[in-house]
């Protein structure tokens, strides 16, 4: 999977995180929350949930496919 990492105008980076790089070598991180992924035992579903409004985005059977929907949909 590819990553991509944005940095604003002051300086600031923003991506989903990944292990792939240390980015610890870049400066000090921020790690804030952009989905939960949580099981479902009602529907039998994974659901990847908005962090701040906690509404579904996606939902599936499978969670390593609501992990790519994840890394595909935010980067």
Do not use: P
Request: contains cysteine; charged residues 25%; negative net charge.
């Amino acid at each position: 999977m590819n990553s991509t990492i944005t940095f604003n105008a002051d300086g600031n980076g923003q991506c989903l995180y990944t292990e792939a790089i240390d980015l610890k070598n870049i400066g000090t991180l921020e790690i804030k929350r952009a989905t939960n992924i949580e099981f479902n035992d009602h529907t039998q579903l994974w659901e990847v949930r908005d962090a701040k409004n906690n509404g579904i985005l996606y939902q599936d059977a499978s969670r390593e496919i609501c992990l790519c929907w994840e890394h595909e949909n935010l980067q």
